[in-house]
């Protein structure tokens, strides 16, 4: 798992950052890394306030300089330019984690919100959507950028072995950084309710209120049984319940806890599909600069 990551660049100091996380990674878990430019069709000037690589020498360049810059030596590191302008970065990029055999995209993001995010979704999340885990890098003006410390990994869970999917990945990567991993499953309360079940509490409080007590006392005996089954198989692991906004309570709890990376499964629902469903993953990126690693997952109905 993770033996060929695939890191996208467009010249920028900000896709820059996710670079020392990429090389931490590559080094702990013996893999190759292969820096990726595609020359975009109709590519703007400028991207992040600095210049955009708009021509193949100009980005073959980039990229060499930068691999002898940044790469320490013995690290199996090669570089790719996209010659041919296309439109969908996305899918470019899905399309050379299958030529090069990667299975791990690693990107920077800006973090922004806005209606064009809302509605079209990020880089990171289409390719999700398109089967591939991204781990992804929002970095914080001012500070270092991040890096793993040895610090617990943070799974949020909704009660469904749909979510469960993300375990295999953060069980990977604690038993690689000899760390720990924390479960966090998340209630909603009347007041934080969303989409379809805001309605009930209207029509139905008292019922609705019901609903989401039993919901909790589900949750409290399901992540008991799991914490009790990892524990079981040798992982170092812990459990917690919150009550209120999902996004909002998987922030506090990783600021709360000191954790360096936060794994989850989505969909990677994007445009219409994720605004209708409150997709959490988008809402997160916007509100943390801690690293987040989103697992593809597939079958049965989102939550989270």
Do not use: C
């Amino acid at each position: 798992m993770f033996k060929h990551l695939i890191v996208p660049l467009d010249g920028s100091q900000l896709s820059e950052a996710v670079l020392p996380v990429a090389i931490q990674l590559a080094q702990r878990l013996d893999a190759s890394v292969t820096l990726v430019h595609v020359i975009e069709r109709n590519a703007p000037k400028a991207v992040h306030g600095e210049r955009h690589l708009s021509e193949p020498s100009q980005a073959e360049a980039y990229l060499k300089a930068l691999m002898k810059r940044m790469f320490p030596p013995g690290l199996r590191v090669e570089s790719h330019v996209h010659t041919t302008a296309i439109t969908d970065v996305a899918r470019s990029i899905v399309e050379h984690t299958k030529e090069f055999e990667s299975d791990l995209v690693m990107m920077s993001t800006h973090g922004r919100s806005g209606l064009r995010d809302l509605f079209f979704g990020s880089i990171a999340q289409q390719i999700v959507s398109l089967g591939v885990p991204v781990l992804l890098v929002r970095p914080e003006e001012g500070r270092d950028h991040p890096k793993f410390t040895g610090k617990p990994l943070l799974v949020p869970l909704d009660g469904t072995p749909l979510r469960e999917q993300a375990l295999a990945a953060a069980s990977f990567l604690a038993a690689s950084f000899g760390t720990g991993i924390k479960l966090l499953m998340v209630v909603p309360t009347l007041q934080t309710l969303a989409g379809v079940e805001n309605a009930s509490k209207v029509i139905l409080p008292a019922t609705t209120q019901e609903m989401l007590d039993l919901m909790n006392e589900d949750a409290v005996a399901y992540l008991e049984q799991l914490v009790s089954r990892l524990k079981s198989e040798g992982r170092e692991v812990t459990g917690e319940i919150e009550r209120g906004d999902p996004a909002e309570m998987i922030v506090a709890a990783a600021q709360r806890q000191e954790i360096d990376l936060i794994v989850m499964g989505t969909a990677g629902k994007t445009g219409m599909n994720a605004f209708w469903s409150s997709s959490v993953a988008p809402k997160i990126s916007s509100r943390t600069h801690l690293p987040m690693l989103l697992i593809p997952v597939r079958g049965g109905s989102e939550k989270l």
